[in-house]
C-alpha cells in the first residue's frame, strides 16, 4: 500500500527520489485539476530542479486548455515546455 496520499507526498517522494538518485533537473506536467497551475506549482517549489511543462491530452478529463492560457504561460516564461500532447 502505497504512503503517498496526496499531491504533497507525491511532490515530497519525487524529491526524495530525484536526490537518491543525483537527478538535477525534471520536466514536471499534469497533476489533478489545473494541470498547467500544478506544473507551475512544483516549479515555484524548486525552480532550480523543476522546468514546468504543458502535457495536453485533450481527453474527456482532461480538456485542452484555451489556446490564450497556453501562449500567456509561455509568454511570461511560466512554462518552458510543451509536451504529451495526446489531442488525437
Not at 506544473?39 to 486548455?65: E, M
Request: charged share 30%; aromatic share 4%; glycine share 12%.
Amino acid at each position: 500500500k502505497s504512503p503517498i496520499r496526496t499531491g504533497a507526498d507525491h511532490l515530497a517522494a519525487c524529491i526524495a527520489e530525484m536526490q537518491k538518485h543525483n537527478v538535477v533537473k525534471g520536466v514536471v506536467s499534469g497533476g489533478d485539476g489545473d494541470r498547467l497551475q500544478a506544473a507551475i506549482d512544483w516549479h515555484d517549489r524548486d525552480p532550480d530542479r523543476f522546468v514546468a511543462g504543458a502535457g495536453i491530452r485533450g481527453s474527456d478529463d482532461t480538456p485542452l486548455p484555451p489556446i490564450e492560457v497556453l501562449r500567456k504561460a509561455f509568454a511570461d516564461g511560466r512554462l518552458k515546455v510543451l509536451g504529451e500532447v495526446t489531442s488525437q
